[in-house]
């Protein structure tokens, strides 16, 4: 089917238009924003649509989904880095008792897929500024601002995405779902 022949689901405008979105190609409607097209793509532009109004990344948003998917876990805030402040990406974590062996099973996919990773990653006990007891999960070094380059920033970047899969992948495994 032609885009000009498809019709919005959302509010049966015919006539979806091309568009480029997350990196992946999508039909939208120039009335209501309404998406059609291939399933997947769809999915993954309202992921980034999600992403962008909560100010994450995509690929930061769907490490902070499986975190919050984690009993016991949950996400105080959470950071893309950036290179012209000197900061890492990060991710903020409140945990109660279940959370805190949630940790532990995180911590081991770190170091199970520390050879996927191309930084050393860890998970840090903070006391935020309001005062709160937080577990930060970030790179495993300090750089002073203007020290940390964007070719580090992509790899921080790259494992993020990284971290997203393999945590979504171990948490339907055995071993984390049997103590849990
Ligand atoms: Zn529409």
Redesign the pocket.
């Known amino acids: 089917m032609r885009p000009e022949d498809t019709i919005?689901?959302?509010?049966?405008?015919r006539g979806?238009q091309e568009s480029l979105e997350a990196g992946v190609r999508v039909l939208e409607?120039?009335?209501?924003?309404?998406l059609g097209g291939d399933d997947e793509a769809v999915n993954r532009v309202l992921l980034a649509r999600e992403a962008g109004e909560r100010g994450f990344s995509l690929d930061l948003f769907l490490l902070v989904r499986e975190l919050e998917a984690c009993r016991g876990i949950r996400v105080v805030t959470a950071e893309d880095g950036d290179a012209w402040r000197g900061s890492w990406p990060r991710v903020e974590m409140e945990v109660d008792r279940k959370g805190l062996r949630q940790l532990s099973f995180l911590l081991r996919t770190l170091q199970i897929h520390r050879r996927e990773l191309e930084l050393s990653w860890r998970i840090e006990l903070q006391l935020s500024p309001s005062g709160l007891l937080v577990h930060t999960l970030r790179p495993d070094f300090w750089s002073p601002p203007g020290r940390l380059t964007p070719e580090d920033l992509e790899r921080a970047e790259r494992d993020v995405s990284t971290l997203a899969r393999v945590v979504s992948l171990d948490r339907g495994l055995d071993w984390w779902v049997s103590i849990s």
């Open positions: 919005c689901e959302e509010c049966g405008h979806l409607c120039p009335l209501c924003g309404g």
